[in-house]
Structure formats: C-alpha cells, structure tokens
C-alpha cells in the first residue's frame, strides 16, 4: 500500500530529506565534507548534488589510487539505504523492488523503465548533462547498492549509457528477492 502511495505522491519535505540522506553517504564515500544545503529547495539541492559528485568523482579519477576503494564504498553505503527501504515499504519481490527503484529514480529526473525478464532502459537522465561516461561509471556504483538493497542482493549492471553517446541507458538487473 505505502509502495501505491509512493507513486502517487511524496511530501517535498520527504523528497528533501531522502535527498540529503544521499547527499551524505556519497559525502561519506568521497570521505569529503558535505556542502551547506540549508533554505536550498529540492531542486536545488538536486542540482548541487549533481554538481558534488561530478567534482568529487573527477578528482577521484584525476588521482587514479582510490577509484576501487571509493566504487565499494558508494556501494556499500547505498546499498544499506535500499535494504532500509526495502524493510519500510515491505518489499518482497523483484517487481516490487523495481517498482520502489522506478519512483525513487523518477524523484531525481531518471526515467526508469524495466521489464519482467529484468531488462532496463533509461530514457532520460538528469545527471546525463553533468557527467562524462567515467564519472557516470564511477557513480552508478550507487545504482548499483540501490539496486541491490532493494532487491536482496540482485545485480544492476548496465551495458550502455546516455553519458558516452548512446541515446539511452540499457542495462538488466538479475538475480534478488
């Protein structure tokens, strides 16, 4: 019920919130302190967290030495806000979990669609305008631990993307509830 919900309507107040919580764990992967977002609204704060990870993923890439590193944590931090999530909305099966990933990613601009057989296919994504595919392929190690929180410990893996040229995101999830 609460999943229906969710896909009708989120507070901004929630939307906010949920955002900041992301914020910090990719403040906290990055091992960086986290800029100051208070009286930004929503879209704002999008905006400067889109900004955060690209200069904090391109530094990360300018150095070379921590990308692994940096890669797990991200993972590892998302992936435990997924499984909060999964506990919170009750999440039992895969379509369940993709449904929850469908409405959290069209919270932040991501056009998420997905199929039965665990085909994805992003349209249209916000962060596209501000990443380059390496700094795409470094941060999706978030999508990642979403994915597989949500799920249970599923697989998201994506096999194109709309940050090194192709006209969509595609990708498959596997694995999971």
Known sequence: MLQKIMQLYIPAFIKKKKLK????????AFQSELPELRGFSFAECLSEYALFTKEQAEGCLKSGSLQEEIKLRLYQNSYLLGRNLR????????EEAAAALKVIYKLIGIDFQYDRQGEIIIQQCFFSKYYSGEVCKLISSLDEGLAAGLSGGGRLCFKQRITEGDSCCKGYFSGGL
């Open 21 to 28: 919580e992301l914020f910090r764990l990719t403040a906290d």
């Open 87 to 94: 506990k919170c909305l009750h999440i039992k099966t895969w």
